[in-house]
């Protein structure tokens, strides 16, 4: 089976995933791109300045992609890890072989979830068919589409049978959709699990204070070992402190008060830069801010009036008041460095006056009014405000709701809203993690209501090959027709560096740059 998560040949894949596999019978587990120094003997509490808090624990669940799995990778391990060149690493699968047909994992033995129970293969089983469940409502079913069967014939041993070759089965199974939870607990818990995670991860779970702060504790029984072989996490316990003003992260990171932040815009960023007690490293990532348009009803259910709103945005302009000179300009979520980036694609220039006229075309002479949902969190109010003045001149009236982020969900998943503003992380280690969860028919993030077949065609032909030229050629099309038919309108992809208090060690990050904490420690 191709797995060409990065555009990597079959050979070369199959072949690094042997050589890996050849090693998987040793306990240690190394970490992921951003190290940012070695791991060591120490302890003590990290307390970590979040701005995000999560709707749920539950994997299966989670629709907050870029910033969730920084809190699941506390209590969750994934079945395989993937590291930023495409390669797979073993975790609660020790080794596998993948074919066109059938994939089969061997697991680790002697793996406990929190609560005791054994990490065994009718545990893996009873997760993946939870997912493929349509009674679960998961937000992963679509990674699980080509899946037809999913066996443990015995203790040690999960078969996967498919439909059809998946080349992105192993990837799906190294995200969230590969996080082992406890079948003991979500059996006890039910609908509560969520706020009450039970998986193999290097922290078990203690307090979850809603807007106020969530407690992890060090699991001593954690199976995973540092590349000495001492004992992990390093750590004794990790706070998260829900805090969504940016200028009061700042201020704590300064202080002392938190020893990490997950996000912070560059206006405040750029305070740190001089002090050296705060280290400030880009890595790559970027924040992507975009406009979903809800085509479902109201104004943009006419492309006429999408193509205003999309004539309507000064995009360099949003960029400059939100990040300074600390962002990039981009058609879509590719990066300029993504395989799958096409710079022929070119969104609407902006022209206010043509905005107008267009809507003039479309009958709509006078003001249109449109309603922008925003979240309460720097720099979204500021972009916001600054929408509402360009719509303004375009024609349109347009009013701002700038929401808490759990409201701002709901609405968008109601769609009530017109328009709204939102932000990704990039780079994602495949296309179809960036693309597939937002524009198909049945994604998990559809905001807009789209139900665009021939876009859909577009993206399942990208996730299901292994031939890089017809990936790219795929994606690059599918990202053509979201830009011609401005269902969206994407804005500026702003720097976003891991950003933490020079005390603080081995902090591993994932290839789209969330946390992995598991080696992690506090120095003097």
């Given at each position: 089976m191709?797995i060409?998560s990065?555009?990597?040949?079959?050979?070369?894949?199959?072949?690094s995933?042997?050589a890996?596999?050849?090693?998987?019978?040793?306990?240690?587990?190394?970490?992921c791109?951003?190290d940012?120094g070695?791991?060591?003997?120490?302890s003590?509490?990290?307390?970590?300045?979040?701005?995000?808090?999560p709707?749920?624990?539950?994997?299966?669940?989670?629709?907050?992609i870029s910033?969730?799995?920084?809190?699941?990778?506390?209590?969750?391990?994934?079945?395989?890890?993937?590291r930023?060149?495409?390669?797979?690493?073993?975790?609660?699968?020790?080794?596998?072989?993948?074919?066109?047909?059938?994939?089969?994992?061997t697991?680790?033995?002697?793996v406990?979830?929190?609560?005791?129970?054994?990490?065994?293969?009718?545990?893996?089983?009873?997760?993946?068919?939870?997912?493929?469940?349509?009674?679960?409502h998961s937000?992963?079913?679509?990674?699980?589409?080509?899946?037809?069967?999913?066996?443990?014939?015995?203790?040690a041993t999960?078969k996967?049978?498919?439909?059809?070759?998946?080349?992105?089965?192993?990837?799906?199974?190294?995200?969230?959709t590969?996080?082992?939870?406890?079948?003991?607990a979500?059996?006890?818990?039910?609908?509560?699990?969520?706020?009450?995670p039970?998986?193999?991860?290097?922290?078990?779970?203690?307090?979850?204070?809603?807007?106020?702060?969530?407690t992890a504790?060090?699991?001593?029984?954690?199976?995973?070992?540092?590349?000495?072989?001492?004992?992990?996490?390093?750590?004794?316990?990790?706070?998260?402190?829900?805090?969504?003003?940016?200028?009061?992260?700042?201020?704590?990171l300064?202080?002392?008060?938190?020893?990490?932040?997950?996000?912070?815009?560059p206006?405040?960023?750029?305070?740190?830069?001089?002090?050296?007690?705060i280290?400030?490293k880009d890595?790559?990532?970027?924040?992507?801010?975009y406009?979903?348009?809800?085509?479902?009803?109201?104004?943009?259910k006419?492309?006429?009036?999408r193509a205003a709103?999309?004539?309507?945005?000064?995009?360099?302009a949003?960029?400059?008041?939100?990040?300074g000179?600390?962002?990039?300009?981009?058609p879509?979520?590719?990066?300029?460095s993504?395989?799958?980036?096409?710079?022929?694609?070119?969104?609407?220039?902006?022209?206010?006056?043509?905005?107008?006229?267009?809507?003039?075309?479309?009958?709509?002479?006078?003001?249109?009014?449109?309603t922008?949902?925003?979240?309460?969190?720097?720099?979204?109010p500021?972009?916001?405000e600054?929408?509402?003045?360009?719509?303004t001149?375009?024609?349109?009236?347009?009013?701002?709701?700038?929401?808490e982020?759990?409201?701002?969900?709901?609405?968008?998943?109601?769609?009530?809203?017109?328009?709204a503003?939102?932000?990704?992380?990039?780079?994602?280690?495949?296309?179809?993690l960036?693309f597939?969860?937002?524009f198909?028919?049945?994604?998990?993030?559809n905001?807009?209501g789209?139900?665009?077949?021939?876009?859909?065609?577009?993206?399942?032909d990208?996730?299901?090959?292994?031939?890089?030229?017809?990936?790219?050629?795929?994606?690059?099309d599918?990202?053509?027709?979201?830009?011609?038919?401005?269902?969206w309108?994407?804005?500026?992809?702003?720097?976003s560096?891991?950003?933490?208090?020079?005390?603080?060690k081995?902090?591993?990050l994932?290839?789209?740059?969330?946390?992995?904490?598991?080696?992690a420690?506090?120095?003097?």
């Open positions: 191709p060409p990065l555009g990597l040949s079959r050979r070369a894949v199959l072949a995933a042997a890996t596999a050849a090693a998987a019978g040793l306990p240690t587990l190394t970490g791109s951003g940012s070695s791991s060591g003997s120490s003590g509490t990290l307390t970590a300045g979040f701005d995000n808090e709707v749920t624990l539950d994997p299966a669940l989670s629709a907050a910033s969730d799995r920084n809190v699941l990778n506390l209590f969750f391990d994934a079945l395989l890890r993937q930023p060149d495409g390669e797979f690493e073993p975790a609660l699968a020790a080794k596998w072989d993948a074919g066109d047909s059938e994939v089969t994992l697991l680790r033995e002697g406990k979830f929190h609560d005791g129970t054994p990490c065994d293969a009718e545990a893996v089983v009873f997760n993946l068919r939870r997912v493929m469940d349509p009674a679960t937000t992963k079913v679509a990674a699980l589409a080509k899946v037809a069967s999913v066996e443990a014939p015995d203790a999960v996967i049978g498919l439909k059809s070759p998946d080349p992105l089965l192993l990837t799906h199974l190294a995200h969230e590969g996080m082992i939870a406890s079948p003991a979500l059996k006890k818990h039910g609908a509560d699990f969520g706020r009450r039970v998986g193999t991860g290097p922290f078990t779970f203690a307090q979850w204070r809603s807007k106020v702060q969530l504790e060090r699991n001593d029984s954690y199976w995973a070992k540092a590349a000495d072989g001492s004992s992990l996490p390093k750590l004794d316990r990790v706070v998260l402190r829900f805090v969504t003003e940016a200028k009061v992260l700042r201020a704590e300064a202080t002392g008060g938190v020893q990490l932040v997950r996000a912070l815009p206006e405040e960023y750029k305070q740190l830069g001089g002090d050296k007690q280290v400030i890595g790559g990532v970027r924040r992507a801010y406009v979903a348009l809800n085509v479902t009803k109201g104004p943009f006419n492309p006429e009036v709103f999309a004539r309507a945005i000064d995009r360099r949003v960029g400059r008041a939100a990040a000179d600390e962002y990039d300009i981009a879509s979520f590719a990066t300029s993504d395989w799958f980036y096409d710079g022929s694609i070119t969104p609407l220039p902006y022209d206010a006056a043509k905005a107008r006229k267009t809507l003039e075309q479309a009958g709509l002479r006078g003001e249109v009014p449109i922008v949902v925003a979240r309460r969190r720097a720099p979204d500021t972009i916001a600054l929408l509402q003045s360009q719509l001149a375009a024609g349109f009236l347009p009013k701002a709701e700038v929401l982020f759990q409201t701002q969900l709901e609405r968008m998943k109601k769609r009530d809203f017109d328009a503003l939102l932000v990704i992380d990039i780079p994602r280690l495949d296309p179809s960036s597939n969860p937002y198909t028919s049945k994604g998990p993030n905001w807009s789209l139900d665009d077949r021939v876009l859909d065609a577009l993206l399942a990208g996730a299901d090959t292994g031939d890089k030229p017809a990936r790219k050629k795929a994606y690059a599918a990202q053509r027709r979201i830009i011609d038919n401005n269902y309108v994407f804005l500026h992809q702003a720097k560096p891991l950003i933490h208090s020079s005390r603080l081995g902090i591993k994932d290839a789209d740059g969330q946390w992995r904490l598991a080696e420690r506090l120095g003097a």
